[in-house]
C-alpha cells in the first residue's frame, strides 16, 4: 500500500513504536518500520512486520523488544552462515 486507504495521499516511511496482540499476549516494538500518511496522519504497519515482531518476541522470551536491533541480528547471522 503506498497510498492512504482514507485520503489517497502517499505515504512516507518512518519508524514508530507498536504494540501487537497474539494469543492474548501484548508485544511491545519500537523502531519499527511504518508509513504515515502526510495528510491524516494515519500510521500503517505492514502485516509481515506484526508477524516478525511475535516471532522476535517469542525467540527471545521477552514482552519489549527493538525491532531494528532484532533485524541486524538476523542479518548478521544470516550473513555468518553463508
Request: glycine letters at 4%.
Given at each position: 500500500?503506498?497510498?492512504?486507504?482514507?485520503?489517497k495521499?502517499?505515504?512516507?516511511?518512518?519508524?514508530?513504536?507498536?504494540?501487537?496482540?497474539c494469543?492474548?499476549?501484548?508485544?511491545?516494538?519500537?523502531n519499527?518500520?511504518?508509513?504515515?500518511?502526510?495528510?491524516?496522519?494515519?500510521?500503517?504497519?505492514h502485516?509481515?512486520i506484526?508477524?516478525?515482531i511475535?516471532?522476535y518476541?517469542?525467540?527471545?522470551?521477552?514482552?519489549?523488544?527493538?525491532?531494528?536491533?532484532?533485524?541486524?541480528?538476523?542479518?548478521?547471522a544470516?550473513?555468518?552462515?553463508?
Amino acid at each position: 500500500m503506498f497510498r492512504c486507504s482514507k485520503c489517497k495521499k502517499w505515504l512516507k516511511g518512518i519508524t514508530t513504536e507498536t504494540d501487537v496482540v497474539c494469543n492474548g499476549i501484548t508485544y511491545h516494538a519500537n523502531n519499527v518500520p511504518a508509513k504515515i500518511c502526510p495528510e491524516c496522519g494515519e500510521i500503517t504497519i505492514h502485516e509481515i512486520i506484526q508477524e516478525r515482531i511475535v516471532q522476535y518476541a517469542t525467540q527471545r522470551n521477552k514482552i519489549s523488544i527493538d525491532y531494528a536491533e532484532c533485524e541486524n541480528e538476523e542479518s548478521v547471522a544470516s550473513q555468518s552462515i553463508l
